[in-house]
T-cell receptor, first 113, second 115 residues
Framework: DTEVTQTPKHLVMGMTNKKSLKCEQH?????MYWYKQKAKKPPELMFV???????INESVPSRFSPECPNSSLLNLHLHALQPEDSALYLC????????????FGSGTRLTVV | GNSVTQMEGPVTLSEEAFLTINCTYT??????LFWYVQYPGEGLQLLLK?????DKGSNKGFEATYRKETTSFHLEKGSVQVSDSAVYFC??????????????FGAGTRLAVHP
């Protein structure tokens, strides 16, 4: 298995809703990442987990809450989002201490109404 | 600080034309360099990489050489196909990013190839 699987592929949510994005990989990668990508822009790093511990939070608003229940799973919990949070949310993983590059998932396209 | 600069797009080419997408970087030490490709509606795929000066990364007919003297990592392909139409991102991993790869992306260059 050489994939990162993200669910759902599309999500529409209201500003008062609570939802979660899920990411799963079975490549034994110990670093996992959340990126946010707006249209026609490069991905922007949000969070990094290394060995299931949060290593980087790029000053992301608290309405985004990451969780890494185990080495294969990464969640992003969403609450009270704003319309400007609409974007493609990408999950990625990589082995630590090596440079093979990331393996990205295909993303969740989120629309906040 | 660390940064990546790519040529602005869109780049529009006819099928079988030669492709160059310029990428230059600013970084201390010896970063690793990457090219990623994003097809419409999809995530990013690693296209090729180079981890030290003078390394050449290659994949699917694409090539890029890590040039430390010019701090560049230009992407080239000898003959593009319509299926190469996508957005291409140059990225670097700074030296000493620790046990995980904190990538810094360029703005992306959109390539459109027409028959």
């Amino acid at each position: 298995d050489t994939e990162v699987t993200q669910t759902p592929k599309h999500l529409v949510m209201g500003m008062t809703n609570k939802k979660s994005l899920k990411c799963e990989q079975h490549m034994g990668h110990r670093a996992m990442y959340w990126y946010k990508q707006k249209a026609k822009k490069p991905p922007e790093l949000m969070f990094v987990y290394s060995y299931e511990k949060l290593s980087i939070n790029e000053s992301v608003p608290s309405r985004f809450s990451p969780e890494c229940p185990n080495s294969s799973l990464l969640n992003l919990h969403l609450h009270a989002l704003q319309p400007e949070d609409s974007a493609l949310y990408l999950c990625a993983s990589s082995p630590p201490f090596r440079d093979p590059g990331y393996t990205f998932g295909s993303g969740t396209r989120l629309t906040v109404v | 600080g660390n940064s990546v600069t790519q040529m602005e797009g869109p780049v529009t080419l006819s099928e079988e034309a030669f492709l160059t997408i310029n990428c230059t970087y600013t970084a201390t030490g010896y970063p690793s360099l990457f090219w990623y490709v994003q097809y419409p509606g999809e995530g990013l795929q690693l296209l090729l990489k180079a981890t030290k000066a003078d390394d050449k990364g290659s994949n699917k007919g694409f090539e890029a050489t890590y040039r430390k003297e010019t701090t560049s990592f230009h992407l080239e392909k000898g003959s593009v196909q319509v299926s190469d139409s996508a957005v291409y991102f140059c990225a670097l991993k700074p030296t000493g990013s620790g046990g995980y790869n904190k990538l810094i992306f360029g703005a992306g260059t959109r390539l459109a190839v027409h028959p």
